[in-house]
Structure formats: structure tokens, C-alpha cells
């Protein structure tokens, strides 16, 4: 299984972008999916995540109501729209399987076992 993530770019606080992970090599319907983002000199945390079918989803507090996850099933695609961007928001985005299974609300990285190579949001006040 391979993810590739790609949206990624510098913008102004207040901009939107829309962040894509494409899978490849594996049954994309039968996996939770998340995103996740690490800060210079920060640990990595969780951003969002969606379930197989795309009806749970859920957010850390600082992006609920500003980003929203999505996915599409015939296109091995997940999806993050970020807009009201701020500088706090400025991190390398990574997107991350949850293979098999539900994903019982968890926001745990090390629940995740596949992840793409990150993308760049830079975010300028």
C-alpha cells in the first residue's frame, strides 16, 4: 500500500487549500483514514479522521470547524479542506491508514500502520 499526499503549498492566514491522499496497492474501502501533522520541533498529532464508509469523522479541537476530512471510495482518495488557514496551522501534513477494522474514535498515530511521505502547509500571518 502506498499514500501520497499532494496540496500542499505557502498561503496567507485566512487562505483554504484542500490536501489529497491517493492510495494505491490495497483495498483503500476497507480502511479508516487519517491525517495528521507535525510542527517544527513539535511532536506529530492528529488533525482528522474518517471511517471505511465516510459517515464518522471527527477533529482535534483547534481545526473543528475549519477543516473538513472527506474520502471517495471510487477514487482511492481522501481528502483535507483547511480554510481559515492560521500560522498555528503551518506543519508537514501527513495522511495515514488505519488498516482493517473501525476506528473506535482514536487518535493515536501508532493505530495508523501505513503513512504517505507528508506535504508542506505554510501558513504566513
Known amino acids: 500500500v502506498q499514500l501520497v499526499e499532494s496540496g500542499g503549498g505557502l498561503v496567507q492566514a485566512g487562505d483554504s487549500l484542500r490536501l489529497s491522499c491517493a492510495a494505491s496497492?490495497?483495498?483503500?474501502?476497507?480502511?479508516?483514514m487519517g491525517w495528521f501533522r507535525q510542527a517544527p520541533g513539535k511532536e506529530r498529532e492528529f488533525v482528522a479522521a474518517?471511517?471505511?464508509?465516510?459517515?464518522?469523522?471527527y477533529y482535534e479541537d483547534s481545526v473543528k470547524g475549519r477543516f473538513t476530512i472527506s474520502r471517495d471510495n471510487a477514487k482511492n482518495t481522501v481528502y483535507l479542506q483547511m480554510n481559515s488557514l492560521k500560522p498555528e496551522d503551518t506543519a508537514v501534513y501527513y495522511c495515514?491508514?488505519?488498516?482493517?477494522?473501525?476506528?473506535?474514535?482514536?487518535?493515536?498515530?501508532?493505530?495508523?500502520?501505513?503513512w504517505g511521505q507528508g506535504t508542506q502547509v505554510t501558513v504566513s500571518s
Open positions: 495515514a491508514q488505519k488498516s482493517g477494522g473501525p476506528l473506535f474514535y482514536t487518535r493515536q498515530a501508532y493505530d495508523f500502520d501505513v
Open positions: 496497492g490495497g483495498a483503500f474501502m476497507s480502511n479508516a
Open positions: 474518517i471511517s471505511r464508509s465516510g459517515a464518522i469523522t
